[in-house]
DNA sequence: GTCTATAATTCGATAGAC
DNA sequence: GTCTATCGAATTATAGAC
């Protein structure tokens, strides 16, 4: 029944994905400002009109293509040591196969809602694993979860934006040996180090 | 003799460093893009074109407002537990009193400049403070140095930037308990926090 | 559903008067 | 040494044809 007739019906779902995907890419290179519509468009090999007219403004653009799940594996049985080298390992695979964690942590200077969609991870997926992992729960757990967080996204500032030397030469299983350690001390709680 | 007739003669040292005072508290809140040379004049309460008359153009005007010295104390004689909490306060009280690191962190993200200055202090000021007082030349010094790094950015990024709310609550001397036995591990060297 | 054309801002930078 | 006026470029966003 519904088949008028429509002239150029391309997939418009498919299209919205593709512009999505340029976006992200885009995001992440270049920061929110120096990422426009225009070059996005251009990646997506669409025109920038259709951009607005799909998402509405640039800023509604970026709050659709920096929404991030983390996907944390299930750590609960684990004990410490173990479960801190998998998280370790699992946000430097995750953060090199997805290019939203880049886009939100570049964008996350500049503008608020990166900052909203950083927070709302650390709550919502970070701070409950925590809480699980550290069978702690209220401000322990959330100062324990912040510390973890604090590592975490430093690591990623430091081998991934600054591309700090010595950070972005060292390989995965040399930084998880490092790292791992830190994360299982925060995740103790306590000032000592055992 | 050097009077001839100079009309509107106000001391123009003190009018660069009303600017450079200006630039860097709007480079720190809003970034490079957002933080225009026309906020930045209004705010030292000067004429748009008298900024780039000094400075020759933003980014120039940028580089010469993001200098930084981290002014690090000399902790050479210290056990490396005292050392690494010094540290630690030392860089909150720094990045407290001071504008510099923030605007440098926030525009790094999209400014090739701040990542130069940000590196080159690592490399003229933690590095070398960081072979000191482990001891350590070379790769295994700059790796070290590389996760100190990565930990103090990090509290900053999590602290002042995205202010996590369990990080950005904590006071000094918690997070001088929490995160300098953390700086005391990487300074050690090693997989395993003894 | 897609594209052309353009409106409406905003900003960096310049020229020149005072 | 400082300010007025403005240029030229780039951008987001809209209106409307096809």
């Known amino acids: 029944m519904t088949r008028k007739t429509e002239p150029p019906r391309r997939d418009a779902d498919a299209t919205r994905h593709t512009i999505l995907r340029a976006a992200r890419q885009r995001f992440a290179a270049d920061g929110y400002a120096r990422a426009t519509i ?14 607005i007219r799909y998402f509405g403004s640039k800023e509604l653009l970026f709050a659709a ?10 750590l ?19 953060w090199e196969e997805d290019d939203t964690l880049m886009a939100l942590l ?16 650390f709550s919502g997926q970070v701070k409950p694993l925590v809480q699980a992992l550290s069978g702690q729960e ?14 975490m996204l430093g690591l990623a500032l430091t081998r991934y934006i600054l591309r ?13 040996a490092r790292v791992s350690p830190v994360i299982e001390h925060y ?8």
């Open 38 to 51: 225009r070059a996005i468009a251009g990646d997506a090999g669409v025109d920038p009109a259709l951009v």
């Open 65 to 74: 293509a920096a929404r991030f799940d983390l996907r944390l594996p299930d």
């Open 76 to 94: 609960a049985g684990l004990p410490l040591r173990e479960a801190s080298r998998a998280l370790v390992r699992h946000f430097l695979v995750r």
């Open 106 to 121: 570049r964008v996350a200077s500049t503008n608020d809602s990166a900052v909203a969609e950083l927070l709302a991870v």
């Open 138 to 151: 209220g401000r322990e757990a959330a100062e324990r979860a912040g510390l973890v967080a604090s590592q």
């Open 164 to 176: 700090l030397p010595p950070l972005a030469a060292m390989d995965h299983e040399t930084l998880v």
């Open 187 to 194: 995740l103790r709680g306590g000032d000592r180090i055992a």
